[in-house]
């Protein structure tokens, strides 16, 4: 089984200040880590993903995540965000399992950018 | 979500209504999945077609039905609609080569079904 936390549901930030939005996972196998974004109205799409390798992983708009096995986080960050960054994050774990790709989201933030 | 599209885009149905939600792609990739999304829950999957002329159950499977037309189409019916089914559905699709759990995952810009 597989589990995906994310334990703030709402995460409100100032323009121009860091941000970091935590996700824990749980797993009896390996697994492979994502962050999705959905903006309002729209569907998800790829923000980045952890597959192996390097433990800081960078991705689109300048957000960045890392990887820690031993504390099973994989924690999205972004030094100074912009209004445009406001949307819903969702974390997800992924494996193989009976020939499908098994994708468990957690139940996502909202970040919301204050002027 | 340039690749995946969805109809409709809005629909209200009246309890006991059946309708069909439509889900096409141009992005030649195997598996294609049915995913709602109610607040506070994320995703979860109702239906997935790990390639074409194969679906089987998600997470959450009762009270619908799916399709998988051809490698382009998958669609999700409601036979006998139900307010608990109000939701946002996700069309989704991803390479599904063998290795596939890595695959990123594309979505469709959604359909918003209101039961009453």
């Known amino acids: 089984a597989q589990s995906v936390t994310q334990l703030d549901s709402q995460v409100p930030v100032f323009e121009e200040a860091p941000v970091e939005l935590r996700c824990n996972y749980s797993s009896s196998v390996s697994v492979y880590l994502f962050w999705y974004v959905q903006y309002p109205n729209q569907g998800l799409q790829l923000l980045l993903k952890?597959?192996?390798?390097?433990?800081l992983v960078k991705g689109i708009n300048g957000f960045e995540a890392e990887f820690n096995k031993s504390q099973t986080s994989f924690h999205l960050r972004k030094p100074s965000v912009h209004i445009s960054d406001t949307a819903e994050y969702f974390c997800?774990?992924?494996?193989?399992?009976?020939?499908?790709?098994?994708?468990?989201f957690g139940t996502g933030t909202k970040l919301q950018v204050i002027p | 979500n340039a690749g995946v599209t969805q109809t409709p885009k809005f629909q209200v149905l009246k309890t006991g209504q059946s309708m069909t939600l439509q889900c096409a792609q141009d992005?030649?990739?195997?598996?294609m999945y049915w995913y709602r999304q109610d607040p506070g829950m994320g995703l979860r999957l109702i239906y997935y077609?790990?390639?074409?002329?194969?679906?089987d159950k998600g997470e959450v499977p009762n009270g619908y039905n799916v399709s998988r037309l051809n490698k382009r189409e998958f669609s999700l019916r409601l036979e006998s609609a139900a307010p608990s089914q109000t939701s946002v559905y996700f069309c989704?699709?991803?390479?599904?080569?063998?290795?596939?759990?890595?695959?990123?995952?594309?979505f469709g810009p959604g359909t918003r079904l209101t039961v009453l």
């Open positions: 992005m030649n990739h195997n598996s």
């Open positions: 997800a774990v992924t494996r193989n399992s009976g020939g499908y790709q098994k994708v468990t």
């Open positions: 077609s790990a390639s074409e002329g194969t679906t």
């Open positions: 952890y597959l192996s390798g390097s433990t």
């Open positions: 989704a699709l991803s390479r599904g080569l063998a290795g596939g759990s890595t695959d990123t995952q594309y």
